[in-house]
């Protein structure tokens, strides 16, 4: 019996990536055969050979989930984030600044295997950013990494849709949600990339007609998710499939689908888009932050679109200043 | 022989170090017993103590020489730089980011020894940074790096004060001046820190009086070479004894004192200081870049200035965007 066991708000899981961030032109991306605005899986030789042309770059952490859950941490709340790096010195990074930014770090690092994950990200004129991601020691994420205690009690899981791209790292994930859904806790997914909903269409309807609570996507990825093309259809769709679906829109904002309601949430103004990395992980991370908070869902959508808009004001989707003062600056809450 | 060589028109010598960038509160900097604003030596040990309490960092190139030497190749310029780095991950970033600037690195990675130097940076509130560096490999600069032949065929050799903290850099920076010296070619010297200028004054004064034909230093630095408390007692102290000697006073402006000529630059207006870190560094590359294309001192002032404004609305000292494009949208050039 452990009477200190901290129970958190939410737990995270996903890819521990660290991000190389660099400013390109479209030539450069259409250069390399990249698609803009998705990711790609590449392998080392790949990365670095990207790297190699790439320009001067800044080294910061990312992974989408670790970006929510820096996010919620950095707005108040308990988080705690489940990947795996190397103890190499990425994974020293990457451990290092979610530990900073207050999440517990649930996993220790490999000691043997490949190196820690990064992600080439390219952040073209317009504010897009295309990633050539070499997942590394994240794709080793394995069932036995993965705290049952901690998230039988966590009130929310909040799982990505890109530890998709493993097998092993998959089975670790459906093993989260499923000691989540005993416990009766709520499941969160985000679909990532539209891309990647396209390599896991089957499995993923699968989920989101099962545990899954809250959904986020894009537009991109709920049309690809559900077969529409429109996304008022699409919309209809997943209406009470899953709890609560925040589809986002970018500069259009977003639209909150329950059972029964559909919110309109307005985008935050941004002066310029510099680099939209983290943009729907920030997002996420307002919402939920909101959800945990007990506000109501459109309070949630305009906390999600305010820390949306900060983080594509500037490179790179974690922030070295507080959130919850940026918040609490804005809304009266 | 060989027809091939490139003939530079700049070549910078400095501590080839990564920067660790920070946000932090003003008691941070007090907790630590750190002086704001200013550079201190730490060992590796201290350095990732400092680490271990930070927040969430960016781990960007820096150096001081190499930062100018990086804003003059983003001008335009052909400019190559020598300063040692171990083959690690940060000696990678930092040969990678050089190189990606348009830098030609003149020096091989060490393969054993110390790692590559880094920088804690800590900027506080009012953007001032304050600097802990651990100098691993860059202290291991010796005379036979010294690349003669460039040297005495660059039009510029540019040094910076902070290489004068070990023994064994400062011999190989003394054999450079003197090979450019030889060359009839020019040699800029920036005195980098006031705390810098305290642990070396001597030797310095005899540069100044002697090889240094440009100098780069803000008010503090040259009152303390100077020994006087009042700035206009300094310029006219410092008058003369270089050809050229520019004195910044960050929001004040710079003054560009020669023997015959007094000029005064303002400052480029900042919306937000963001992060100093760079501000001497930029200007200097602005300058030197003026002088290069044969502008007039006050015209090089001017595009130190607007350089150096840049580079403090942003976090960190390298730019990820083309420099010429905003001089050239700002100056008529």
């Given at each position: 019996m452990d009477d200190m066991r901290k129970i958190y708000d939410i737990i995270g899981i996903g890819n521990a990536i660290v991000d190389v961030i660099s400013h390109e032109s479209d030539d450069f991306i259409e250069r390399h055969g990249l698609i803009k605005d998705s990711m790609a899986l590449v392998d080392e030789e790949t990365a670095t050979g990207l790297y190699n042309d790439m320009h001067p770059a800044i080294?910061?952490?990312?992974?989408?989930?670790?970006?929510?859950?820096?996010?919620?941490?950095?707005?108040?709340?308990?988080?705690?984030?489940?990947?795996?790096?190397?103890?190499?010195?990425?994974?020293?990074?990457?451990?290092?600044?979610?530990?900073?930014?207050?999440?517990?770090?649930?996993?220790?690092?490999?000691?043997?295997?490949?190196?820690?994950?990064?992600?080439?990200?390219?952040?073209?004129?317009?504010?897009?950013?295309?990633?050539?991601?070499?997942?590394?020691?994240?794709?080793?994420?394995?069932?036995?990494?993965?705290?049952?205690?901690?998230?039988?009690?966590?009130?929310?899981?909040?799982?990505?849709?890109?530890?998709?791209?493993?097998?092993?790292?998959?089975?670790?994930?459906?093993?989260?949600?499923?000691?989540?859904?005993?416990?009766?806790?709520?499941?969160?997914?985000?679909?990532?990339?539209?891309?990647?909903?396209?390599?896991?269409?089957?499995?993923?309807?699968?989920?989101?007609?099962?545990?899954?609570?809250?959904?986020?996507?894009?537009?991109?990825?709920?049309c690809a998710l559900s077969g529409y093309e429109s996304f008022d259809k699409a919309i209809n769709w997943i209406r009470g499939q899953v709890g609560i679906a925040c589809l986002t829109e970018a500069e259009n904002g977003s639209t909150i689908v329950t059972a029964d309601e559909t919110i309109k949430v307005e985008a935050f103004p941004v002066d310029k888009v510099v680099d939209s990395t983290g943009a729907g992980d920030l997002y996420a991370a307002g919402f939920l932050h909101g959800l945990i908070k007990g506000h109501d869902l459109e309070t949630c959508g305009k906390i999600g679109s305010l820390v949306a808009a900060k983080v594509v004001a500037q490179t790179g989707a974690r922030f070295q200043t507080s959130l919850s003062e940026i918040v609490s600056n804005v809304f009266n809450l």
């Open positions: 080294q910061t952490s990312g992974g989408s989930a670790a970006n929510t859950m820096a996010g919620i941490a950095s707005l108040g709340g308990s988080a705690a984030y489940i990947g795996k790096v190397r103890n190499d010195h990425l994974g020293d990074l990457f451990a290092h600044d979610i530990e900073a930014s207050g999440v517990d770090y649930l996993v220790d690092p490999a000691t043997i295997g490949l190196p820690t994950a990064r992600s080439m990200v390219l952040v073209t004129p317009d504010g897009a950013r295309t990633m050539s991601t070499f997942l590394g020691a994240s794709s080793t994420l394995y069932p036995h990494d993965i705290d049952a205690e901690n998230i039988s009690t966590a009130e929310y899981l909040y799982c990505e849709g890109y530890i998709w791209d493993v097998e092993i790292t998959k089975e670790a994930i459906r093993l989260a949600m499923s000691i989540a859904k005993e416990a009766n806790k709520k499941v969160c997914f985000t679909l990532s990339d539209s891309f990647c909903v396209h390599r896991h269409r089957q499995e993923w309807l699968e989920l989101v007609a099962g545990p899954v609570d809250i959904l986020f996507a894009n537009k991109d990825e709920i």
